[in-house]
């Protein structure tokens, strides 16, 4: 188990040239190129992990299904990925699945001690940058897309970019934080897309 700092803000979309420039202004390099990501998170009935989330609850866990594609379809290499959240930083467990499981999840929801059964609420899509300044990793997501599973007729277009800073214990990640030269917000997809989903209808395209 290796903990790790992970700090998610979201940006105003306009900055992302400028934030390009400051990374490489600060010895930053591509780790990787940049891919699409899907997401699909998983809550109980009355969205306990939603609610310890936006109260910054600890410990706490989430879970989602992630593949690295832009169809949200789970039918390439899928993971279930259990995040954890704990006093003494967060770590993430990883494990491949096969079809048979996916639609398992998908149709019964999973199981987690504490929580009772989760099931699958929103998809999450967006195209992903890879950074690195001084083994501190800098994630950036733009063309974010939220999905209602139960209402996926529907996609909302979030507007903004999110920074996603990861580093180990050891490492300074707050330095790189207080001098960023943009303005900050904490961020997370899942709540971000609920909120978006039920009460933001301004961005709401009908895919039929």
């Known amino acids: 188990m ?4 992970e700090e998610k803000f979201f940006l105003n979309s306009k900055n992302f040239d400028n934030l390009i420039i400051w990374i490489k202004s600060n010895n930053g390099i591509a780790l ?25 609850i600890i410990p706490r866990k989430k879970i ?4 690295y594609q832009k169809i949200i379809d789970f039918k390439e290499e899928v993971t279930i990925e259990k995040k ?15 079809q048979k499981q996916v639609s398992k999840y998908i ?5 987690i001690s504490g929580y009772g059964v989760l099931y699958p609420k929103i998809f999450v899509s967006y195209k992903r940058y890879y950074f690195s300044i001084n083994n501190i990793n800098l994630n950036i997501d733009t063309n974010i897309k939220y999905n209602n599973y139960k209402k996926n007729k529907f996609t909302v277009f979030d507007s903004d970019i999110v ?5 180990s214990i050891n490492n300074n990640i707050f330095s790189i934080i207080e001098n960023l030269p943009f303005n900050k917000r904490r961020f997370s997809k899942y709540s971000r897309g609920v909120l978006y989903l039920n009460r933001n209808r301004s961005n709401i395209i009908n895919n039929n």
């Open 84 to 98: 954890i959240t704990s006093e003494e930083g967060k770590y993430k467990i990883s494990n491949k699945l096969n």
């Open 32 to 56: 990787y190129p940049e891919r699409f990501i899907s997401s699909l998170y998983f809550d109980t009935e009355n969205n306990i992990a939603l609610i310890e989330s936006e109260e910054g």
């Open 2 to 5: 290796t903990f790790r700092i």
């Open 107 to 111: 149709k019964k929801g999973v199981f």
């Open 163 to 167: 920074l996603e800073l990861k580093s």
């Open 64 to 67: 989602r299904l992630r593949s």
